[in-house]
């Protein structure tokens, strides 16, 4: 893990919550739209860097071959199978920002429930 790169995931997410704060609630700032905001950033970064991690973005291979297959006809000449399709594209792919992303991701999921608690609005509540 890379400390420079943990600061700029986090300070892209931070800066992405911010825009879809003021895209959504202006500058209306509140501990429920900064949760919200917050969460939806969260889980997005958090469900990219886990198809990334497990591999799953291989499963978009075979949705390519088979509609190149159908509309393309020079592209079944080229890979009569899916096999020499997939050892084609199946160059190794870089992962090593995706671990920081899946962790900074938990991170800002946590602050955003933490923001969103009862526990914590209790602080601010007049007696």
Same mark, same amino acid.
């Given at each position: ?8 995931? *986090?300070?892209? $997410?931070?800066?992405?919550? *911010?825009?879809?704060? *003021? ?6 700032? /509140? /501990? ?8 939806? %950033? ?9 198809? $990334? ?5 291989? %499963?978009?291979?075979? %949705? ?5 297959? *159908? ?15 997939? /050892?084609?594209? $199946?160059?190794?792919?870089?992962? /090593? ?5 899946? %962790? ?5 999921? $946590? ?17």
């Amino acid at each position: 893990m890379k400390k420079y790169r943990i600061f700029l995931i *986090l300070l892209g $997410a931070l800066f992405t919550a *911010l825009v879809i704060q *003021l895209l959504v609630y202006h500058f209306n700032f /509140t /501990t429920e739209s900064i949760s919200n905001s917050l969460f939806v %950033i969260g889980v997005i970064l958090f469900f990219t860097s886990l198809i $990334a991690l497990s591999g799953s973005y291989e %499963i978009f291979h075979g %949705i390519r071959y088979s509609l190149q297959a *159908l509309y393309r006809k020079d592209f079944r000449s080229n890979y009569p199978t899916f096999l020499e399709y997939k /050892t084609e594209k $199946a160059k190794k792919f870089e992962l /090593t920002g995706y671990v920081e992303a899946i %962790i900074i991701s938990i991170v800002i999921i $946590a602050v955003a429930f933490f923001l969103a608690s009862r526990w914590f609005n209790g602080w601010f509540k007049k007696s």
